[in-house]
């Protein structure tokens, strides 16, 4: 086609999404780009438009689960270079959104800039966490419990529309909610964080510990894409899952973790199907018990 030819980056063809997803699992992309930068971009939305095909971006696809069949039209990854940029201004931060958050956590850290350690181990890429303002629920007491998420630290995310404009949104103008943020009309290009100063080793240590109750309580033992449900107002979706007596359960070779009920496992040649059966057994299991409605985390490509 035409329009291949107008841009500077290279289109794969048939690309499988199997290996741009963390649980493994996903069928081809017809065309799988990576644009060079901004100017790339805006070619290849135009080209978009007017051959009328879908797009889509995926970061590190740490929170999909993508259709056996794959996805027609464009898949659109921003982890060249340009879309990974990091710059520092005192306490402030600008990122791309195709920054690994592993790797920028680690800048942060050694710049002695504090406040995102909470992300330490979210398998995802800035404008991922961005989308779906992930983060963390944290305890400090029985009683006192929270959320810490992404949007607290924002100040200002950069985005492009589908019609190729350049937009600079406030936090303020941004719907930021658990697990979700009203920027999913848009291609989130970069951001500005607001961060503190502190001793790296401090940061470390923060960030060390993040990581540990991770490990303890979550499931590294085989690919997933971590909880597959939110968590319901006031409950837990793992333990409503778990108190079903629902884990270990397998379909194919999709199964619920014996470790912690939200995470649904990829024990090798597990498919999308087998994973959207497992859901729907988990949903109807606890709306009969429980009566309550689990929500999906994890977007559902088809
Ligand atoms: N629990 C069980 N059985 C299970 C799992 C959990 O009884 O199989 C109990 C735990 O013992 C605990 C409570 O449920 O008392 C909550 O569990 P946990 O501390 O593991 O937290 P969570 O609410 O299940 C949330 C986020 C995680 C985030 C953790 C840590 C959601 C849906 N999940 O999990 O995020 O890492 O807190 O702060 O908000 C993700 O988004 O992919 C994710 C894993």
């Known amino acids: 086609m035409n329009w291949q030819k107008s841009l500077k980056s290279k289109i794969l063809d048939s690309?499988?999404?199997?290996?741009?997803?963390?649980?493994?699992?996903?069928?081809?992309?017809?065309?799988?780009?990576?644009?060079?930068?901004?100017?790339?971009?805006?070619?290849?939305?135009?080209?978009?438009?007017?051959?009328?095909?879908?797009?889509?971006?995926?970061?590190?696809?740490?929170?999909?689960?993508?259709?056996?069949?794959?996805?027609?039209?464009?898949t659109v990854s921003l982890n060249s270079p340009y879309f990974r940029n990091i710059h520092f201004r005192?306490?402030?931060?600008?990122?791309?959104?195709?920054?690994?958050?592993n790797q920028f956590i680690d800048n942060l850290k050694n710049r002695g800039l504090r406040g995102a350690e909470f992300l330490a181990g979210i398998p995802g890429t800035i404008g991922g966490a961005l989308a779906m303002n992930a983060g963390i629920t944290w305890k400090v007491t029985s009683q006192e419990s929270g959320v810490r998420s992404i949007a607290d630290l924002v100040e200002t995310v950069t985005v492009m529309d589908y019609n190729g404009k350049i937009k600079n949104l406030d936090k303020k103008d941004i719907r930021f909610d658990y697990r979700s943020s009203g920027l999913s009309k848009y291609i989130i290009l970069r951001c500005s964080l607001k961060l503190k100063k502190a001793k790296k080793k401090i940061i470390d240590k923060r960030i060390k510990e993040y990581l540990k109750v991770r490990k303890i309580n979550q499931d590294y033992s085989h690919p997933s894409a971590g909880c597959v449900f939110k968590n319901p107002r006031g409950y837990s979706a793992g333990r409503l899952i778990d108190l079903c007596g629902l884990k270990g359960r397998r379909i194919g070779d999709a199964a619920i973790s014996l470790k912690h009920a939200n995470f649904i496992i990829n024990l090798g040649n597990a498919r999308a199907s087998d994973v959207f059966k497992l859901m729907g057994l988990i949903r109807r299991t606890v709306k009969n018990k429980f009566g309550i409605n689990l929500e999906p985390e994890i977007k559902i490509w088809k």
């Open 15 to 74: 690309e499988p999404l199997s290996s741009h997803t963390t649980f493994r699992i996903g069928g081809p992309a017809e065309f799988f780009i990576r644009p060079r930068d901004i100017d790339d971009l805006e070619r290849l939305l135009n080209s978009v438009k007017i051959y009328k095909m879908s797009f889509r971006v995926i970061g590190a696809g740490s929170n999909i689960l993508i259709s056996d069949r794959g996805l027609e039209g464009v």
């Open 90 to 101: 005192n306490n402030r931060v600008e990122v791309g959104a195709g920054k690994p958050l």
